[in-house]
């Protein structure tokens, strides 16, 4: 599903706003109308497997929870995969075209990155550029559990509760009423956040990220992928993506493809869109030119 927001006039690029893992469009609020002050077309995008169509198990719902059982039952999301994503993002990526001036900047956040990639290689004549926010930029061949595995991503605060060979998905427990889980997660992804704000950033969460996404290499090559201009907004205090992880990317990236990531930095955690949406804005709007 998409959701549309139109800007006061049309000869400004648009954008598609491509939330990551366990997240939805709720992800880009606060950004949105930044956007379309700036007189930027924005659509966004529950990807399959979240938001409305983000299943759970069903021992997430009762609580107290019996953490046996949510860490071994099997993903209802399991099925989803990323085929799924990438189609739903090349008809949001259209759907955008139409609103502005026919150029539309693609971005994607965390593990949204995944669909991204693919989206680019194959259509890269309809994106004036992609942007990466803190987001899995994989080098060709390379899967998403591999670079979550990598030596630079060793700081990763990110607090799985289950095996996601064993019940098919990358499980939070986003509901969890446990303080010490609850704090662990406010320091994977909003570390800058107030408790207030993290509280209302929970809600939009769900707990199933299909795990199948992440045993998918990444396709990009320079001949597709690579004629885009492509940027990546580093987040200096990311606890999730670690600042190691994104410069190694962005690094084995350029050395395949031959060309140059534009790199921005920021000063946040891995959620710049709650903590300085403006920052992020401001960010954006200039690579849209």
């Keep these: 599903m998409t959701n549309t927001g139109k800007a006061d006039n049309n000869d400004k690029a648009a954008f598609v706003l ?50 046996a059982a949510f ?25 955008a075209a139409t609103q502005g001036n026919g150029q539309v900047v693609l971005v994607g956040h965390s593990l949204g990155g995944l669909t991204v990639s693919p989206v680019a290689e194959t259509i890269p004549t309809e994106l004036s550029a992609v ?16 670079m979550i595995g ?37 320091e994977a992804f909003y570390g800058d956040l107030s408790d207030e704000q993290f509280a209302e950033a929970t809600t939009h969460l769900h707990p199933d990220e299909p795990a199948q996404v992440g045993g998918v290499p990444s396709i990009i090559t320079a001949e597709g992928f690579g004629q885009i201009a492509r940027h990546y907004i580093r987040c200096a205090d990311d606890n999730a993506v670690t600042p190691a992880g994104q410069d190694f990317m962005v690094a084995s990236v350029d050395a395949a493809m031959g060309t140059a990531t534009t790199v921005h930095p920021m000063g946040t955690s891995h959620s710049p869109f709650y903590s300085d949406p403006a920052g992020l804005a401001a960010i954006l709007t200039s690579i849209a030119g």
């Design 18 to 67: 491509v939330h990551g893992a366990w997240h939805d469009h709720h992800t880009w609020d606060a950004l949105v109308p930044l956007l379309e002050a700036s007189g930027h077309a924005v659509v966004t995008i529950d990807l399959p497997g979240a938001g409305v169509s983000a299943a759970v198990p069903a021992s997430f719902t009762a609580r107290p929870i019996d953490m």
């Design 71 to 95: 860490s071994t039952e099997p993903s209802p999301n399991a099925g989803v995969n990323q085929t799924e994503r990438t189609e739903a993002t090349i008809a949001a990526v259209r759907e």
């Design 131 to 146: 942007v990466y926010l803190s987001a899995f930029l994989l080098p060709p061949g390379m899967v998403a559990g591999e």
């Design 150 to 186: 990598h030596e630079t991503m060793v700081a990763s605060k990110v607090p799985l509760v289950a095996d996601p060979g064993q019940v098919g998905a990358l499980r939070l427990d986003v509901a969890s009423e446990d303080a010490g889980y609850r704090a662990t997660l406010k």
